[in-house]
């Protein structure tokens, strides 16, 4: 029997990947060595450029002017003061689904002053952590009254309606 006739094997890709890869290699020592050639000789063009440059004298100092500075609007800044606890009306919803959470605290609230514009259940939904809400213009009173409770987060209110609020300010959220 004849031995079988050997076939090389060919396989284009290999070839094209070692002649890119050969490629990016010599474009890395090509800009290696522009980068190191620019970092040895940064300015050898601009210093030659610098010392054939005429020289530029000054025959006199312009007179310094002094002007005031006058605005062109003034805004008027008015700081409101505080509103006392008493004028503070606040709704106290049980967001924890904990039976009379909501009446203890509202009656904790009316015991450092503030006046109670309801206790109630949250909207469904679990809040695992409670916050005091205000509306816009409370958001000192808000902060109060997240101190005199201990609650560390205070937001604008959302996700209650006017009709759910009634005459409340401040809304403080019970949540787990």
């Keep these: 029997m004849d031995a079988a006739e050997h076939l090389p094997h060919t396989f284009p890709w290999r070839t094209a990947t070692l002649v890119a890869a050969a490629i990016a290699a010599v474009e890395l020592v090509a800009l290696i060595a522009a980068g190191s050639a620019l970092l040895v000789h940064p300015a050898k063009k601009t210093a030659a450029a610098v010392t054939t440059a005429p020289a530029v004298t000054v025959a006199a100092k312009a007179p ?7 605005p062109v609007h003034t805004v008027k800044v008015t700081v409101r003061p505080l509103r006392a606890r008493s004028a503070v009306e606040v709704l106290v919803l049980n967001g924890n689904g904990i039976s009379g959470v909501a009446h203890t605290e509202a009656a904790h609230l009316q015991s450092l002053g503030y006046r109670i514009g309801g206790a109630a259940n949250a909207p469904p939904h679990h ?6 809400m205000f509306v816009p213009g409370y958001a000192k009173e808000a902060r109060r009254l997240a101190h005199d409770t201990g609650i560390r987060l205070v937001a604008p209110i959302d996700g209650l309606t006017s009709a759910m609020l009634k005459s409340s300010r401040l809304v403080v959220l019970l949540g787990s």
């Design 64 to 70: 310094v002017v002094h002007r005031a500075v006058v």
């Design 127 to 132: 809040y695992g952590q409670s916050m005091v």
